[in-house]
T-cell receptor, first 111, second 114 residues
Framework: RKEVEQDPGPFNVPEGATVAFNCTYS??????FFWYRQDCRKEPKLLMSVYSSGNEDGRFTAQLNRASQYISLLIRDSKLSDSATYLC????????????FGKGTHLIIQP | EAQVTQNPRYLITVTGKKLTVTCSQNMNHEYMSWYRQDPGLGLRQIYYSMNVEVTDKGDVPEGYKVSRKEKRNFPLILESPSPNQTSLYFC?????????????FGDGTRLSIL
C-alpha cells in the first residue's frame, strides 16, 4: 500500500518552459500538504505549503484536488537552478504523527 | 539562527560498534523525528517524538533506539550497527506533529557501516 506516490521522473525540461507534476495520496482524511525541494545529498527544504484554495509563490503554484486526492506543483519560466528533486509531504489521516513523504520527482532543467 | 543540528555529518564505522547520532534544535519545537533515505526508497521514518519522554516507532524502527529527555535533543542510537543501516539520516522538527506543521530538517548524517 503506497500512501504517497510521485512519478520519479526524471523530467527533462528546457529552460524557460513550464513544468508540472503531481503527487497522489491514499487517505482522504489527510489535511496538510507540502512541497519540499531536495538538492543532491542535501537536506529537504520546505518549498511551499499547499492550501485548499491553491496558492502561488513567485513562479511556483501549488494546488490541491481533494476529489481526486492529489496535489500538484507547477513551475513557470523554469530556471537552471530549479533542477532538483521535489518531494511531496502529506499529513496522512490528519493524525499527530507527522508527515509521510513521497519518493520524489527528479527535475532537470536543460539550457 | 533557527536550525536543526546533527552530528556527526559523516561516519564510517564497523559492524557491532555502538554509535549515537545527535540531533538538537533551537526552535523550542515539540515534535522531532528521524528519517533514513535510501536510493529508490525515499524518506522513511524511523522514530518520532511528540514531546519530552514521548517517543513512537515510525515505519522502520528495527535496529534503532531513541530518547527524548530534553525538548531540544533527540539522539538516534544504533546499539549494534549492521551494514544494512548504511544510509543517509535526517533529523527533523516541527512546532507540533499535528496539521499544518511543516518539518525543518538537519543537514543530514551519512553513515557507512562496514
Amino acid at each position: 500500500r503506497k500512501e504517497v506516490e510521485q512519478d520519479p521522473g526524471p523530467f527533462n525540461v528546457p529552460e524557460g518552459a513550464t513544468v508540472a507534476f503531481n503527487c497522489t495520496y491514499s487517505n482522504s482524511a489527510s489535511q496538510s500538504f507540502f512541497w519540499y525541494r531536495q538538492d543532491c545529498r542535501k537536506e529537504p527544504k520546505l518549498l511551499m505549503s499547499v492550501y485548499s484554495s491553491g496558492n502561488e509563490d513567485g513562479r511556483f503554484t501549488a494546488q490541491l484536488n481533494r476529489a481526486s486526492q492529489y496535489i500538484s506543483l507547477l513551475i513557470r519560466d523554469s530556471k537552471l537552478s530549479d533542477s532538483a528533486t521535489y518531494l511531496c509531504a502529506v499529513n496522512i489521516g490528519g493524525g499527530a504523527d507527522g508527515l509521510t513523504f513521497g519518493k520524489g520527482t527528479h527535475l532537470i532543467i536543460q539550457p | 539562527e533557527a536550525q536543526v543540528t546533527q552530528n556527526p555529518r559523516y561516519l564510517i564505522t564497523v559492524t557491532g560498534k555502538k554509535l549515537t547520532v545527535t540531533c538538537s534544535q533551537n526552535m523550542n519545537h515539540e515534535y522531532m523525528s528521524w528519517y533514513r533515505q535510501d536510493p529508490g526508497l525515499g524518506l522513511r521514518q524511523i522514530y518520532y517524538s511528540m514531546n519530552v519522554e514521548v517517543t513512537d516507532k515510525g515505519d522502520v524502527p528495527e535496529g534503532y533506539k531513541v530518547s527524548r529527555k530534553e525538548k531540544r535533543n533527540f539522539p538516534l542510537i544504533l546499539e549494534s550497527p549492521s551494514p544494512n543501516q548504511t544510509s543517509l539520516y535526517f533529523c527533523a522538527s516541527s512546532p507540533s506533529g499535528t496539521e499544518n506543521q511543516p518539518q525543518h530538517f538537519g543537514d543530514g548524517t551519512r553513515l557507512s557501516i562496514l
